[in-house]
């Protein structure tokens, strides 16, 4: 099945909003369902299509807030003037008057620590999917390729180069995952290889002050994505005082795109018990 806002949104009521950061720029949000906020964070080159299983999973229990990140889907380039946590910071604060579940996934994981360490009364527990660590090599290959392209002004070879990475070698032969990535990374605009935008961390170096985060933890990692990503897993699952770290199996990098009812099960149980 393909995921996107357009088929599940309406069915949904789904509604899209923007929210003014300090900047008085704008991210865009989408919020669905009732109860214990959840909010979810994409990764690189992608946008917040990429939870369409997620929302349509767990809105029936909770609030599911997927925002873009500044330069990604239909958020500003502009907003990248400040931490990319600031401005979900400011998002949470507009929708919601409890702290949240915040899941990221691969470079959302790393905003998402960076959301728990400077706004750490926000967070109520952090799911790490597949998240990249600060400080340690991602091991994507494409990237310096990918930014060549697109400073060259070559768009199209530069999101070839990117999907052609290892990182998504292991849902190349699902059709549905292969289709919904392409479309997201088709939309991305490229700002951040080119150097108009970059995303900006309240803390540049997390690794020393992950034991500050007390709080309920799920680690995940598709056991067959890249070795740097399921060592950085593995990481915080070590540091991380509270964290629980948990493989899907028979997924790669995108588990909750390419093992949905197996990640939306594990999510609402761990919310559940978290709350």
Known sequence: MRWGWSTIGPAL???AARVADKGNEMLRHFVVGNGPPVLLVHGFALDARMWGPQVEALSGTFRVITVELPGFGASPVSAGARSASGALADALNVLVSEAAHVVGSSLGGAVAVDLALAYRRLVRSLTLLDALLLGRASGIRAWSEAVARAK?????????????DDLFASFRTRPDVVTTVREMVADYSGAHWRG??????????????LPELDLPALVLSGTDDLPSFRAMSDEYARVLPRATREEIPGAGHLPNLERPDVVNARLARFFTAAH
Do not use: K
């Open 13 to 15: 009521g789904l509604r």
């Open 152 to 164: 060259a002004g070559e768009m199209a070879f530069a999101r070839a180069a990117w999907l052609a």
């Open 196 to 209: 108009e935008v970059s995303t900006r961390f309240e803390v540049s170096d997390p690794i020393p002050r």
